[in-house]
C-alpha cells in the first residue's frame, strides 16, 4: 500500500508542476515556447515508454539465446528424480 | 539460439524505435525553440498532429487489443458451453 501511495505522491506531484506550467496558474509568465513544449509532456513521456518497450523487446527479440547448462541441470534433476521415485517403489 | 531473421527483426525493431524517439523528441521538444521560417520546419507536420497521430494510434491500439480480447475469450467460452 505504501507503495502505491508513494507512486501516487509522485504523479500527483510531477502532475501539479505539469499543470502549473501548462496553465500558467502562479503568472509566472514564462516565456510562450516553454508553455508550448510543456503543454504535450504526458503524451511525450507515454510515447518515450512505447519506444523504450519496443526497444527492449526488440533487442531481447535479437539476443534471445539457449540455455544450454540450465538445460543439462534440469535433465540431472529429471534423472534424479526419476530415481529417487522408482526407489520408492514408484512404476513408470 | 537467435536465427538470423529473429537478429534482423529485433534488430529493425530497435532501430524502429530509435528512428521514432529521435523523430518525434525534435518534433516536440526541439521545434519550439526554432524559428517559424526556418529550414527544419518542412520536415515536419503542424504541431496540432503532434498529438492528434498518436491519439489515432492510441485508440487504434486499444481497439486492436480489445477485439483480439474478445476473440480470445468468445473461443475460449464456447466449448465451456457444450460441456
Given at each position: 500500500?505504501?507503495?502505491?501511495?508513494?507512486?501516487?505522491?509522485?504523479?500527483?506531484?510531477?502532475?501539479a508542476?505539469w499543470?502549473?506550467?501548462?496553465?500558467?496558474?502562479?503568472?509566472?509568465?514564462?516565456?510562450?515556447?516553454?508553455?508550448?513544449?510543456?503543454?504535450?509532456?504526458p503524451?511525450?513521456?507515454?510515447?518515450?515508454?512505447?519506444?523504450?518497450?519496443?526497444?527492449?523487446?526488440g533487442?531481447?527479440?535479437?539476443?534471445?539465446?539457449?540455455c544450454?547448462?540450465?538445460?543439462?541441470?534440469?535433465?540431472?534433476?529429471?534423472?534424479?528424480?526419476?530415481?529417487?521415485?522408482?526407489?520408492?517403489?514408484l512404476?513408470? | 539460439?537467435?536465427?538470423?531473421?529473429d537478429?534482423?527483426?529485433?534488430?529493425?525493431l530497435?532501430?524502429f524505435?530509435?528512428?521514432?524517439?529521435?523523430y518525434?523528441?525534435?518534433w516536440?521538444?526541439?521545434?519550439?525553440?526554432?524559428?517559424?521560417?526556418?529550414?527544419?520546419h518542412?520536415?515536419?507536420?503542424?504541431?496540432?498532429?503532434?498529438?492528434?497521430?498518436?491519439?489515432?494510434?492510441?485508440?487504434i491500439?486499444?481497439?486492436?487489443?480489445?477485439?483480439?480480447?474478445?476473440?480470445v475469450?468468445?473461443?475460449?467460452?464456447?466449448?465451456?458451453?457444450?460441456?
Amino acid at each position: 500500500m505504501t507503495k502505491l501511495l508513494e507512486w501516487l505522491f509522485g504523479v500527483s506531484l510531477v502532475g501539479a508542476v505539469w499543470a502549473l506550467v501548462t496553465f500558467d496558474l502562479l503568472d509566472l509568465s514564462l516565456p510562450k515556447t516553454y508553455r508550448e513544449v510543456a503543454w504535450p509532456m504526458p503524451l511525450y513521456l507515454l510515447v518515450s515508454f512505447g519506444c523504450y518497450s519496443l526497444a527492449t523487446v526488440g533487442y531481447r527479440v535479437a539476443t534471445f539465446n539457449d540455455c544450454e547448462e540450465a538445460a543439462k541441470e534440469l535433465q540431472g534433476q529429471i534423472k534424479e528424480a526419476k530415481e529417487d521415485l522408482r526407489k520408492k517403489g514408484l512404476k513408470m | 539460439m537467435a536465427t538470423g531473421v529473429d537478429q534482423a527483426a529485433g534488430m529493425s525493431l530497435v532501430v524502429f524505435s530509435l528512428l521514432l524517439f529521435t523523430y518525434y523528441s525534435v518534433w516536440v521538444i526541439v521545434l519550439p525553440f526554432v524559428d517559424s521560417d526556418h529550414v527544419l520546419h518542412k520536415y515536419f507536420l503542424p504541431r496540432e498532429y503532434s498529438v492528434i497521430l498518436p491519439g489515432i494510434a492510441a485508440v487504434i491500439l486499444l481497439l486492436c487489443i480489445g477485439a483480439f480480447t474478445a476473440v480470445v475469450m468468445w473461443k475460449n467460452r464456447k466449448p465451456k458451453k457444450a460441456d
